[in-house]
């Protein structure tokens, strides 16, 4: 367990800082090689086709990003402040998105505009930031037309992994926009209340990035990225474990006509 004076240091309102990329970012950042920080980039098509279903949510009309992953072929899975403007704390219009899956330089495996958004019913922008808010950062996105491809296969949802376990995230960040990349040898250092503490190295743009752990040879997602923040010197980012929360807005997604992500059991 995490002690509680380590929450008011990790999620303090000026500790927790949001990943989503706006104009002045996306403008003064190039792509380049991830090589630092345990970082692999994912530049050539074979070594990255595992992980096609990722890809980049734009934001704004393109003017932001978030990373964003399918669990379904037609849903895919974010971070909820994604959602928002943040000047303003205004949900975007479904206009203002688009899916780009498996974004490599300047091309994508599939574009996709977006029909609904459904945020965790008790997630609130506006509010003060704490490990309840950083628990409800998940939202799920159905795209106006499923993505059917030998080459982009949606992610199955998978139960929390422990403490000390390996887990791997790819994602989409400041200064690599253009090329995935991913950070395999990272881990769970703590968890308390749906909200994981990890060691993997993430950036501005990271925000909804799918954490995964290997099960049977396959990746399934166990968790997504919701912010980062320090303890001490140290780097570190708070995860969303997502089986337990998106089964509390389940019948949410079936009420607005989105057919259930796949989501294993657990043992």
């Known amino acids: 367990m995490i002690k509680t004076t380590m929450f008011k240091v990790l ?15 996306l403008i003064s950042t190039v792509s380049v090689k991830a090589e630092t920080g345990g ?20 934001l704004d009309g393109g003017r932001g990003f978030c990373t964003a992953s399918l669990i379904a072929t037609d849903i895919i899975l974010t971070a909820a402040h994604c959602l928002y403007d943040k000047e303003t704390g205004i949900q975007y219009g479904t206009e203002d998105f688009e899916f780009q899956a498996g974004w490599r330089n300047g091309r994508a495996e599939a574009f996709r505009k977006v029909k609904s958004v459904l945020a965790h019913p008790k997630y609130s922008f506006q509010s003060l930031n704490t490990v309840e808010k950083v628990s409800q950062d998940i939202a ?28 791997a995230v790819v994602s989409y960040a400041m200064g690599r926009k253009d090329v995935p990349s991913i950070q395999s040898l990272c881990e769970v250092r703590a968890e308390q209340d749906e909200v994981l503490l990890l060691t993997c190295d993430v950036d501005y743009g990271a925000s909804g990035a799918p954490v995964f752990v290997m099960s049977d040879g396959t990746a399934v997602i166990v968790s997504l990225i919701s912010a ?3 303890l001490g010197d140290e780097k570190l980012s708070l995860g969303v474990a997502l089986q337990e929360t998106l089964n509390e807005f389940a019948h949410l997604v079936r009420r607005y006509e989105m057919p259930a992500p796949s989501i294993s059991s657990s043992d």
Request: charge should be positive; hydrophobic fraction near 45%; glycine fraction near 8%.
């Open 228 to 230: 980062m923040t320090w």
């Open 140 to 167: 799920v996105v159905l795209l106006e037309e499923p993505i059917r491809s030998e080459n982009i296969k949606p992610f199955i949802v998978a139960p929390l992994p422990r403490r000390g376990d390996g887990v």
């Open 39 to 58: 970082l692999k980039s994912l530049e050539t098509t074979d070594p990255g086709q595992i992980w096609s279903a990722v890809g980049r949510l734009t």
């Open 11 to 25: 999620y303090g309102v000026s500790m927790v800082r949001y990943f989503v990329i706006f104009t002045m970012l």
